[in-house]
Structures are given as structure tokens and as C-alpha cells.
T-cell receptor, first 116, second 113 residues
Framework: DTAVSQTPKYLVTQMGNDKSIKCEQN?????MYWYKQDSKKFLKIMFS???????INETVPNRFSPKSPDKAHLNLHINSLELGDSAVYFC???????????????FGSGTQLSVL | DQQVKQNSPSLSVQEGRISILNCDYT??????FLWYKKYPAEGPTFLIS?????DKNEDGRFTVFLNKSAKHLSLHIVPSQPGDSAVYFC????????????FGKGTKLTVNP
């Protein structure tokens, strides 16, 4: 009964490959996110979706393509993986209150991506 | 450009004592601040928050203080317990909403028995 679940937990792959990370939330939230935690430990937002609609796309290379089939799912597909893509990727969700996404985010446990 | 700074990468305290984690911010438009706690191999979990209209918010052993003039906030944990050992992230946003939450790098707290 995990609230925000993402798979896989670990992903080791070669440069140039294409990979996907899946995320699902069972909290009934309208807004979902992808965050990246790089080697310097900063947590930075990549994308935000509200009801399957892209709200935020933060200067992320277009090799990264989020897909939201419904408001409970937000998957992340990465093409032509590069060494610099190695990081921990966190999915998150939040409720929407009064037209804005609530600040309290619920995070998944992260996907450790290692590009060799 | 780090808008939210946690200058202490780590902090070690004895069980039962007070833990004080600090956070500075540069963006004067920030009006809502949050603390998240993260255990290894897990995602961050929300701990406590404060709006810029307040200078203090308390929830059990956790208190957040906000000094707007100094653009500084701190998280106090009293008394500290070994289970509090985790990485604590400070986060801030402006204009309401979490679309633009900006996180600090985190401070690793170790509470020694």
C-alpha cells in the first residue's frame, strides 16, 4: 500500500541506451513530479504534471520525455543515456488546493540510475 | 545559484540534547518554507513547514524558526533521538504551490545514543 511507488529501484545501463522509470501514486493526487538528485546532492525539479498536463519543464534536455497516461501515473523515458545522467531520480505527488499544488510533496523511494 | 543554502553538511549530537539545523535563503520572494527528512534508500518525507507570516511553528519535538530579515530559518529538535538520524532538507517556494520548490543540499544529522 505504498503511497508513491517507482520502479526500478536501481538501474545500471550503458551509454547510449534508452530506459524508462515508472511511477504510480495511490493518494488520489492531481499533481505529479520528477526530481533529480545529482552528485552534489541538490534535489531539482525536472517536470511537473497536473491531471496529465505538463505544467513545468525545467531546462531538461529533450532526451528526457515524461509521459502521464493518467493522473495516477507519471513515467520518465530517457533516450540516448549519457554519463551525466547518473543520479537518483525521485517521483513525487501532491494535492492541488485552490488552484495551486500543495507544497507538501509525497516522494517515492527513488531510482538510482548509473550510466556506464 | 543556490537560492537555498544549508552550509553544514553534517551535524552530530548526543541523544536527549537539542539538534539545530540551519538554512539560509537568498530569494526575498520566498514565502513558504518546509523541512523534509530523508532516510537512506527512501524518498524525502515532509516534516514541518512555516509561512512567512509567522516566525515560529511547533509540532511535537520539532520547531521551525523563521527570521525574515536575516533570510534564515532553523529547525530545532528537542530532545533528539537516534531515530532522528537522517538527512534534513530545507525547501522554499514563492507565490504558493509546490511547482517551484527549491531545495537545499541537506544536512546529515547523526544522533548518538
Amino acid at each position: 500500500d505504498t503511497a508513491v511507488s517507482q520502479t526500478p529501484k536501481y538501474l545500471v545501463t550503458q551509454m547510449g541506451n534508452d530506459k524508462s522509470i515508472k511511477c504510480e501514486q495511490n493518494l488520489g493526487h492531481d499533481t505529479m513530479y520528477w526530481y533529480k538528485q545529482d552528485s552534489k546532492k541538490f534535489l531539482k525539479i525536472m517536470f511537473s504534471y497536473n491531471n496529465k498536463e505538463l505544467i513545468i519543464n525545467e531546462t531538461v534536455p529533450n532526451r528526457f520525455s515524461p509521459k502521464s497516461p493518467d493522473k495516477a501515473h507519471l513515467n520518465l523515458h530517457i533516450n540516448s543515456l549519457e554519463l551525466g545522467d547518473s543520479a537518483v531520480y525521485f517521483c513525487a505527488s501532491s494535492r492541488r488546493t485552490g488552484g495551486t499544488a500543495n507544497e507538501k510533496l509525497f516522494f517515492g523511494s527513488g531510482t538510482q540510475l548509473s550510466v556506464l | 545559484d543556490q537560492q537555498v543554502k544549508q552550509n553544514s553538511p553534517s551535524l552530530s549530537v548526543q541523544e536527549g540534547r537539542i539538534s539545530i539545523l540551519n538554512c539560509d535563503y537568498t530569494n526575498s520572494m520566498f514565502d513558504y518554507f518546509l523541512w523534509y527528512k530523508k532516510y537512506p534508500a527512501e524518498g524525502p518525507t515532509f516534516l514541518i513547514s512555516i509561512s512567512s507570516i509567522k516566525d515560529k511553528n511547533e509540532d511535537g519535538r520539532f520547531t521551525v524558526f523563521l527570521n525574515k530579515s536575516a533570510k534564515h530559518l532553523s529547525l530545532h529538535i528537542v530532545p533528539s533521538q537516534p531515530g532522528d538520524s537522517a538527512v534534513y532538507f530545507c525547501a522554499a517556494t514563492s507565490g504558493g504551490g509546490s511547482e517551484k520548490l527549491v531545495f537545499g543540499k541537506g544536512t546529515k544529522l547523526t544522533v548518538n545514543p
